[in-house]
């Protein structure tokens, strides 16, 4: 059996983040296989298809910026994540 694509292995990721969790794009590309690869985590991210149901709202920069700003923010706390000045807090970062 083929070893999943890159973007087959974030989407892998990505859709097994808890509700209510969130994981920095860097520690994505860690549990994807792909260290250092953060940036790749993004960019792939940011072509999902209109209407895709993969949780994107849950990654977010290791600094725990929200890059998606309003949008990823109202889904974050629909969640229960704490969303402070367009970030959450580090300590909440990290998944598994």
Do not use: N
């Not at 070893?3 to 974030?10: I, K, L, N, Q, T």
């Not at 298809?49 to 949008?71: C, F, N, T, Y």
């Amino acid at each position: 059996m083929d070893a999943p694509s890159f973007e087959e292995a974030v989407w892998q990721i990505v859709g097994a983040v808890p509700q209510g969790r969130v994981c920095s794009y860097g520690q994505v590309a860690a549990l994807a296989g792909y260290p250092r690869h953060a940036r790749h985590v993004g960019r792939t991210l940011s072509h999902l298809p209109p209407g895709s149901k993969l949780p994107w709202h849950r990654i977010v920069r290791a600094d725990g910026q929200l890059p998606m700003g309003a949008e990823q923010a109202r889904r974050l706390r629909a969640e229960g994540v704490v969303v402070r000045a367009g970030r959450v807090s580090v300590a909440q970062l990290g998944w598994p």
